[in-house]
């Protein structure tokens, strides 16, 4: 698949995949859309999807598998601050995963982010106040993590010109949220 160099979108979305996220994808220097979402993998995202340079949009959500009543599988690890080189990002979906760890402040560095979405995990620490770089964003879900609640939510991101909906726990301070 590495040899594809000159695709520019991957739409793998529910195909019941199951194993772990494919590395070779981070020689698709081109690729502008990669939706993987709604499968049964289960791995951390790998590193080298930090050098897929044009992406625009990265979708991984909801990669779990309901077996009798308990969910398995997911992303999971922590997101890996190589996702701070993907400079033409504007879609970031990777919720309704088991991701771990802090959120990253490298995400700050997306400038074109328009869409956050990391809800349904179990992220942990305050939000990054860089965040608030992310000037084009429209909606932050954070929603049903384990965000510290005695930071809340920065207010320079509920400052952001475009915001339009952003959720978060009901524990957290938060005066621009549209419920929890």
């Given at each position: 698949?590495?040899?594809?160099?000159?695709?520019?979108?991957?739409?793998?979305?529910?195909?019941?995949?199951?194993?772990?996220?494919?590395?070779?994808?981070?020689?698709?220097?081109?690729?502008?859309?990669?939706?993987?979402?709604?499968?049964w993998?289960?791995?951390?995202i790998?590193?080298?999807?930090?050098?897929?340079?044009?992406?625009?949009?990265?979708?991984l959500?909801?990669?779990?598998?309901?077996?009798?009543?308990?969910?398995?599988w997911?992303?999971n690890?922590?997101?890996?601050?190589?996702?701070?080189?993907?400079?033409?990002?504007?879609?970031?979906?990777?919720?309704?995963?088991?991701?771990?760890?802090?959120?990253i402040?490298?995400?700050?560095?997306?400038?074109?982010?328009?869409?956050?979405?990391?809800?349904?995990?179990?992220?942990?620490?305050?939000?990054?106040?860089?965040?608030?770089?992310?000037?084009?964003?429209?909606?932050?879900?954070?929603?049903d993590?384990?965000i510290?609640?005695?930071?809340?939510?920065?207010?320079?991101i509920?400052?952001?010109?475009?915001?339009d909906?952003?959720?978060?726990?009901?524990?957290?301070?938060?005066?621009?949220?549209?419920?929890?």
């Open positions: 698949m590495g040899d594809l160099i000159s695709l520019r979108q991957l739409r793998l979305r529910n195909n019941f995949f199951e194993n772990q996220l494919p590395t070779v994808l981070g020689k698709l220097e081109l690729l502008e859309e990669l939706d993987i979402s709604h499968n993998l289960s791995s951390t790998p590193p080298e999807y930090g050098n897929m340079v044009s992406l625009t949009t990265l979708s959500e909801s990669n779990y598998r309901d077996q009798n009543g308990y969910f398995t997911g992303i690890g922590e997101l890996p601050i190589e996702i701070g080189k993907l400079k033409n990002l504007q879609h970031l979906r990777i919720n309704d995963n088991y991701l771990t760890g802090t959120l402040s490298e995400i700050g560095q997306l400038f074109l982010l328009e869409t956050l979405h990391l809800q349904n995990n179990f992220l942990q620490g305050p939000i990054p106040e860089v965040y608030s770089n992310c000037v084009m964003l429209k909606e932050v879900l954070l929603e993590n384990s510290d609640s005695q930071f809340g939510m920065p207010e320079g509920c400052r952001l010109p475009e915001l909906l952003a959720k978060v726990d009901c524990s957290l301070s938060c005066t621009c949220c549209h419920g929890c």
